[in-house]
C-alpha cells in the first residue's frame, strides 16, 4: 500500500482540525511570544555579539513550541481512542508516523513563521544576506526536533507521565539538533555563511537523516499493542 | 531463583511476560565467579594505583585518580553498547531476558557515568584549575549520563512490562546512535576555543599501562558481576509481575 497518501491524509485531518479550533498554533504561538519577550528582558540581548545570544534565545523557544505542539497533537489522538482507530486502520504504521510527523512540522513551522519576523524586529537583528540561512536552519533543526519529538510523543502519551514526560526524552536526544541549529541561525543573523557553518549544516542534515529512518524504524514498536 | 517459582506462575504462562529459563542454577555460580574475580583483582588494582605505579611529574598523587577514572568511562561505553544490542535484540525477538539485559545494564552504566563524572572534576580541579570544562570528551558524557537517565526515568512511567521494554528499547537504540553525534558536535561546538586542558600524554609508561589494564580488567568484573546482581532482581520483579497479572 502507498505510504504516502494516508501520511497525508491523516496530516491532513490534524491541519483541518487546526484551523477550525486553532487550538495549538494560538495557545503555542501565544507562548512563544511569552518566551521570547521574556528571554529579551533576561539576557543581555543588545550590542555586540548579540546575534549568539538570539540565535540561543530562538532555539529555546522554537523547542518549546515543538515540544508544545507534538504533546497536544497527540493528546488529542488519546481522546476517544482515536490512535487505535488510526492504528487499526489499513494505513501502515510508517504512513501514521509520517503523517503526525507532517501535521507537527505544520504547526512549529506555521508558529516559526509567525514568531521569526517578530523577533529579528524586537531584537534588532539585521540579517540581510544571511536570510536564507536563516530559513534553511529553521527547517533543517525544526525537522530534526520534530522527527524524534514525534517519535518520543508516541511513546510519552502512553505512560503515567503523559505529555509531562515529553521533554525529558527529547531534550538530551536533540542537543547536537540545537546545538547545530543555533550555530546555523547566529552565522545568519551575522549575514552569511561563517567559519564552520557548512559543517553544521551537513551535521544537521546527518541527523535529520539518521532519526528519520530510526523513527521509521522503530515507530511500528512503539504503537504495538 | 527456581525455587521462587510460585504455583501461580506456573499456571498462567502470559506468553511474552515469562521470565526466561535462562535463570538455572549456572546462572547463580558464573555470578559467583565474577564476584569472587573482582574481589580478587580490585585489592590487586589498588596497591598497584596507589603504591607501585610511578608518581606522575606534573599531576602528582592527583593523577591516579585516572586508574578508576577511565576504567569507569570504560564500562560506562561498554554498558550501553550492551542496552543498545539488548534492545534491538528485543525488538527483533521480543523475548524478556532481552529487556532485563537492556535495562540492567542501563543501570548499572549510570552508576559508572556518575563516578566518571564525579571523579573527573576531582582531578580536574587541581591539575586543570577548574571542576568543570566543556571539553568534547566531558560534554559528550554529561550527555550521555543524562539520557540514560531519562532512559530510567521513561522506565519508572511505564507500568505495563511490554511496552515498558518496548519503549525503552526505542530509546536505547535512539540514545546511543546520538552518543556519536553529540561527540562531533561538542568537538566542533568549543573549535573556537582552542583551550584544550586534555594534554595528549602520549606514551604511558609500562608501570602506569599496567595498572590502567588491571583497571580495566578489574572494573569489567565489576560491571559483569553488578549487571548479573541487577538481572536477578529483574528476574524477580517479572516474576512479582506474573504473579499479578495471574490473579
Not at chain 1, 488529542?76 to 501535521?103: H, N, Q, Y
Not at chain 2, 515498558?164 to 561538542?186: C, K, M, T
Request: aromatic share 12%; proline share 5%; hydrophobic share 55%.
Amino acid at each position: 500500500m502507498n505510504v504516502l497518501s494516508p501520511a497525508f491524509a491523516i496530516a491532513g485531518k490534524d491541519l483541518r482540525l487546526e484551523l477550525k479550533t486553532r487550538d495549538v498554533v494560538a495557545s503555542v504561538g501565544l507562548f512563544v511570544l511569552l518566551v521570547v519577550v521574556t528571554a529579551s528582558f533576561s539576557f543581555p540581548t543588545g550590542g555586540e555579539g548579540r546575534e549568539g545570544v538570539a540565535a540561543g534565545v530562538l532555539w529555546m523557544a522554537f523547542l518549546f513550541a515543538a515540544l508544545l505542539g507534538m504533546g497536544r497533537s497527540m493528546a488529542v489522538e488519546k481522546e476517544d481512542a482515536c490512535l487505535e482507530g488510526l492504528l487499526v486502520s489499513p494505513a501502515p504504521r510508517e504512513a501514521v508516523f509520517l503523517g503526525k510527523l507532517f501535521a507537527n512540522l505544520g504547526f512549529t513551522f506555521a508558529v516559526e513563521l509567525v514568531i521569526l519576523p517578530v523577533f529579528v524586529v524586537l531584537l534588532q537583528l539585521r540579517p540581510g544576506g544571511g536570510t536564507w540561512l536563516v530559513v534553511l536552519g529553521t527547517f533543517l533543526g525544526t525537522l530534526g526536533l520534530v522527527t524524534v519529538g514525534t517519535l518520543f510523543a508516541a511513546m510519552a502519551v502512553n505512560t503515567r507521565g503523559r505529555e509531562a514526560i515529553l521533554p525529558l526524552l527529547v531534550m538530551p536526544v536533540s542537543v547536537p539538533a540545537m546545538v547545530a541549529a543555533v550555530k546555523v541561525s547566529e552565522a545568519g543573523f551575522s549575514g552569511g555563511m561563517a567559519d564552520g557553518t557548512l559543517s553544521w549544516l551537513l551535521l544537521l542534515v546527518g541527523y535529520d537523516a539518521l532519526f528519520l529512518l530510526v523513527a521509521l524504524a522503530t515507530f511500528p514498536y512503539v504503537t504495538e499493542e | 531463583m527456581n525455587d521462587v517459582k510460585t504455583d501461580a506462575a506456573r499456571q498462567q504462562p502470559v506468553g511474552e511476560l515469562r521470565p526466561d529459563a535462562v535463570a538455572g542454577p549456572l546462572a547463580g555460580s558464573r555470578r559467583r565467579l565474577w564476584g569472587i574475580a573482582t574481589l580478587v583483582t580490585l585489592p590487586i588494582l589498588l596497591g598497584m594505583a596507589l603504591f607501585w605505579a610511578p608518581e606522575d611529574a606534573n599531576q602528582g598523587a592527583a593523577q591516579r585518580i585516572f586508574y578508576i577514572h577511565v576504567p569507569s568511562a570504560w564500562i560506562g561505553f561498554l554498558a550501553f553498547f550492551v542496552v543498545f544490542v539488548g534492545s534491538i535484540a528485543f525488538l527483533a525477538t521480543g523475548k524478556r531476558k532481552w529487556d532485563d539485559v537492556a535495562s540492567s545494564s542501563a543501570e548499572v552504566g549510570v552508576v559508572f557515568t556518575t563516578a566518571v563524572l564525579v571523579t573527573g572534576p576531582l582531578w580536574g580541579r587541581p591539575v586543570w584549575g577548574v571542576y568543570w570544562t566543556w571539553d568534547p570528551r566531558l560534554t559528550s558524557f554529561l550527555m550521555l549520563w543524562l539520557i540514560y537517565l531519562s532512559y530510567i526515568v521513561l522506565r519508572g512511567y511505564v507500568p505495563e512490562p511490554i511496552r515498558r521494554a518496548r519503549f525503552s528499547a526505542v530509546l536505547g537504540i535512539v540514545g546511543f546512535l546520538d552518543v556519536p553525534i553529540v561527540y562531533l558536535s561538542a568537538r566542533w561546538w568549543r573549535s573556537e576555543h582552542p583551550t584544550n586542558f586534555v594534554v595528549d600524554r602520549g606514551d604511558l609508561p609500562p608501570e602506569m599501562l599496567a595498572t590502567l589494564i588491571v583497571g580495566l580488567v578489574t572494573f569489567t568484573f565489576l560491571y559483569l558481576y553488578l549487571l548479573s546482581v541487577r538481572r536477578s532482581i529483574a528476574r524477580l520483579r517479572a516474576q512479582r509481575e506474573l504473579e499479578e497479572v495471574a490473579r
